[in-house]
């Protein structure tokens, strides 16, 4: 798992942070959106609109979730190296997903949203200086650092990569 001891979060996270190889931060999000993009290129439009049981969500709208949860992570992650002591309020994913109009779109365009979603990602934590990036606050009423939110968002694509894997592949 990835040694972030001197980095303030909560263990709910270490169940997505014990999934990221021990690499530096921007490889980690270039290797773990690699991996997902690299299955989901092989999907048909028609397979974009599987769930593998009633009431999951769709690989769209699964796809949509982790673009909506990066976003909301880079929000955090901005918040905090900033300095803004402001109160960062949790999001419900599933209300998220309910009205993301995911089944109106096209496999391809949220692909395509995703990647301009991660490249903007890695260029708002490259520039991060490392006093930013080890600086530390609360979200959700959870302890991070911006360090940590990074690797967050890796390590949550990787869980639902697992999850595209054991559940969505049959």
Known sequence: MLQL????????FDKYLELVPEIQLIDALKYSFHQLESLVITFSEEKGNYAY????????????????????????ALTIARNDKSDIPGFDENF???????G????SSILNE????RTSTINLFQNFSDEMLN?????NNNSMTVLSIGYFI?????HH???????YLV
């Open 135 to 139: 600086r530390s606050g609360k979200a």
């Open 161 to 167: 990569l697992s999850i595209l894997n054991s559940l």
């Open 114 to 117: 995703y990647r301009a979603v």
């Open 5 to 12: 001891k001197t980095h303030n979060y909560t263990v709910y």
């Open 104 to 107: 109106s779109r096209t496999l």
């Open 53 to 76: 049981a009633p009431e999951k969500w769709t690989i769209k709208e699964l796809l949509i979730h982790l673009i909506d949860t990066e976003r909301i992570f880079c929000y955090r």
């Open 96 to 102: 998220y997903v309910k009205e993301s109009n995911a």
């Open 154 to 158: 890796s390590g949550h694509e990787l």
